[in-house]
């Protein structure tokens, strides 16, 4: 069989599958946080090995810190390295005094070198448009490509989760879905105070339709849901556990908050390596038997298991992942002899 082309994206160039436009399927299985007021931080963050890194304008720099960190970031995105990475600068809410600000002067100033804006506390579709206007306006003022910087919308409380599905269609921007978890708990009144970890009392999983409600509003939308940070950072078995729940339903990535939890982020959200061959292997099958030389069948056999349409679009998903996270297939698919 031809080899097919590598892609860059999170689904294999070349096979048709509904899905986003190119860029609004970076990967993005870890999603690494650095304060935008700490230059030693910025500096190390381009050499870890994480699919994005977000500059920090919000929770992780103090209000008295913020004003020159907007230009810290500036010069870092203008400056640094961060080949193989998705460049993404969260700002402050819509309902602070700085959100404009922290906009205008990051992209003005390093709107080139910059992928997203994450928008943090959504809470309606009407944020995002807001932030969508504001985007066009500075990349007409300075010359920019106009809609090229992408929005994450960031959902922190129970009004956002309500109307997730006006804010995923809220703007051709928009490409991820975040869970916020920590002002989640605060909004709902949950019991708890450990982030990311079930509260006490509940014998399932109290997060399990929060992270749902968002998937599907993604999914419906074409866009990815990614998961938000687990707070005890020196528990990588912890950290795994919950990244494999957020993984197991479908999410794309999880944010981290260490170099530690990197490694754990990007082994989580990739599928293994016997899976990954065996889509590889599903999809050259299923396009052989549908093919002429093949005998234009609609399902067939692989060894023992049954292939068809349906598998061809679950095997997508996997190569996808696979491909995105740069493996390497270890089989091969050889043609029955007729």
Request: hydrophobic share 40%; glycine share 8%; aromatic share 6%.
């Amino acid at each position: 069989m031809t080899a097919h082309p590598s892609p860059t994206t999170a689904l294999p160039v070349g096979r048709s599958a509904p899905g986003p436009s190119d860029h609004r399927l970076r990967p993005r299985r870890s999603c690494l946080a650095v304060p935008g007021s700490n230059p030693r931080f910025l500096e190390k963050a381009q050499g870890l090995p994480a699919d994005q890194v977000f500059l920090d304008l919000e929770d992780a720099c103090a209000p008295l810190a913020k004003p020159e960190a907007r230009h810290t970031i500036v010069k870092f995105l203008n400056e640094g390295d961060w080949t193989g990475k998705t460049r993404v600068v969260r700002v402050n809410d819509w309902t602070t005094e700085w959100t404009y600000r922290d906009v205008v002067t990051v992209v003005e100033g390093a709107g080139p070198n910059l992928d997203c804006i994450m928008l943090p506390k959504v809470q309606d579709a009407q944020q995002v448009v807001a932030l969508d206007l504001l985007l066009t306006q500075i990349e007409k003022t300075m010359g920019f490509e106009v809609g090229k910087i992408g929005i994450e919308a960031q959902i922190e409380n129970a009004k956002g989760l309500v109307n997730v599905d006006e804010i995923a269609a809220a703007s051709p921007r928009v490409e991820t879905i975040i869970f916020g978890p920590a002002d989640f708990m605060a909004s709902i009144n949950m019991k708890s105070l450990v982030v990311g970890e079930q509260p006490p009392g509940y014998p399932a999983d109290a997060y399990h339709y929060i992270l749902m409600r968002i998937l599907m509003a993604a999914r419906t939308h074409n866009l990815q849901a990614i998961d938000g940070p687990y707070l005890q950072i020196k528990n990588v078995d912890g950290y795994r556990e919950v990244a494999g729940r957020a993984a197991a339903l479908g999410f794309d990535g999880k944010w981290v908050l260490h170099p530690g939890q990197v490694d754990a982020a990007n082994e989580v959200f990739s599928p293994s390596q016997e899976d990954f061959d065996h889509a590889e292997l599903i999809l050259d099958a299923y396009e052989y038997f549908t093919s002429e030389a093949g005998g234009k069948k609609g399902s067939a056999m692989l060894g023992d298991e049954m292939i068809d349409e349906a598998s061809r679009k679950m095997a997508l998903v996997i190569s996808g992942k696979g491909r995105a996270a740069g493996m390497q297939r270890t089989s091969k698919f050889e043609a029955p002899e007729a």
